[in-house]
């Protein structure tokens, strides 16, 4: 009998445990991208202050270390001072984000923004966006 509610109790919590986890493999893959892409930061701000052409700049050049996550390498681009890099999870992520750009917006003014948008992904949840970032009104 003790046997039999200790097998009970085990699948109870197997059952729980196998809900639950696939949302956290996503939130901890959106946040390491959110990492990857925000190590980045630095190097464009220093490229801004040299005045190099970010949008010509090979990403490799600004430090890019290959992710799994994005097999499409992040993209820079500049309008009207506005810089945006970018990356699309559409490499080793979980089904629940593939698809999923997330981008790091810096305003005229220097200040750095996280952005999320996760309608090209067919199981996105809110609870996925890590701390800081804001989801895509788009």
């Known amino acids: 009998i003790e046997l039999m509610i200790v097998v009970g109790i085990i699948g109870i919590l197997a059952a729980f445990a196998g809900?639950?986890?696939?949302?956290?493999?996503?939130?901890a893959q959106l946040n390491r991208g959110m990492?990857?892409?925000?190590?980045?930061?630095?190097?464009?701000?220093?490229s801004i202050?040299?005045?190099?052409?970010?949008?010509?700049?090979p990403i490799h050049e600004l430090g890019y270390t290959k992710s799994s996550l994005f097999d499409t390498?992040?993209?820079?681009?500049?309008?009207?001072?506005?810089v945006e890099l970018t990356g699309v999870y559409d490499g080793s992520a979980s089904s629940?984000?593939?698809g999923s750009t997330l981008v790091w917006v810096r305003s005229l003014e220097g200040v750095w923004q996280c952005v999320v948008d996760g309608s090209a992904a067919s199981g996105f949840k809110p609870s996925f966006l890590p701390g800081g970032c804001i989801l895509s009104d788009e």
Do not use: F, Q
């Open 96 to 98: 629940a984000i593939l």
């Open 35 to 46: 990492g990857e892409l925000g190590a980045l930061r630095t190097a464009v701000e220093e």
């Open 49 to 57: 202050m040299r005045g190099a052409d970010l949008e010509a700049t």
């Open 19 to 27: 809900t639950i986890y696939p949302d956290y493999v996503s939130r």
């Open 73 to 82: 390498l992040p993209a820079i681009t500049v309008d009207d001072g506005v």
